[in-house]
T-cell receptor, first 119, second 114 residues
């Protein structure tokens, strides 16, 4: 089974430029996440989609970040304009939801991420 | 406010010995806990999980223990192998349906020395 695909793997841009990341989740996974991971920290949730609707974007810096998930499959995350502090790995994940003794559980499957360097 | 804490940023263990990675949490509403492993330049991969109704879950060399009264869980790797060298993240889940939240620790970097 194919995993979560992300591109590009690496991106170097100058501050104030724009950048876009692409994610193709595992087939059949309804929930898609974008995380930002700064070196030495845990993943920070940016946005969560359920099919093509936004469930949680409370930590997305909406003045510069935007994301969409057209048709409930692929997703893109955009930063415009980029700042130095946006340098991080951007991880996309999709999730498998299952029942365990009548409780909903969820396992996330991550892509390899995009390493963004803003100079 | 860090709801999931991994207080040891790094751990070094000899090959063949036991590795014990610890995780503490503050929210008693967490009901499902997961451990993820991350190699450099790769995304985290799921390792093992435990529900709050259990106190132990074992999968091969990996065992997770949950102490609800202490709000503490630990991941044991026995025996440790050099290929286990990675960053290990503890994550805790709460909520149901679209209100599910997954909270991550900062990670512990494990080095297994040959």
């Amino acid at each position: 089974e194919a995993g979560v695909a992300q591109s590009p793997r690496y991106k170097i841009i100058e501050k104030r430029q724009s950048v876009a990341f692409w994610c193709n989740p595992i087939s059949g996974h309804a929930t898609l996440y974008w995380y930002q991971q700064i070196l030495g920290q845990g993943p920070k949730l940016l946005i969560q989609f359920q099919n093509n609707g936004v469930v949680d974007d409370s930590q997305l810096p909406k003045d510069r970040f935007s994301a969409e998930r057209l048709k409930g499959v692929d997703s893109t995350l955009k930063i415009q304009p980029a700042k130095l502090e946006d340098s991080a790995v951007y991880l996309c994940a999709s999730s498998l939801v299952f029942l365990e003794k009548d409780r909903v559980r969820e396992k996330l499957f991550f892509g390899s991420g995009t390493q963004l360097s803003v100079l | 406010d860090q709801q999931v804490k991994q207080n040891s940023p790094s751990l070094s263990v000899q090959e063949g010995r036991i590795s014990i990675l610890n995780c503490d949490y503050t929210n008693s509403m967490f009901d499902y806990f997961l451990w993820y492993k991350k190699y450099p330049a790769e995304g985290p991969t799921f390792l093992i999980s435990i529900s709050s109704i259990k106190d132990k879950n074992e999968d091969g060399r990996f065992t997770v223990f949950l102490n609800k009264s202490a709000k503490h869980l630990s991941l044991h790797i026995v025996p440790s192998q050099p290929g286990d060298s990675a960053v290990y993240f503890c994550a805790a889940s709460t909520g149901a349906g679209n209100n599910r939240k997954l909270i991550w620790g900062l990670g512990t970097s494990l080095a297994v020395n040959p």
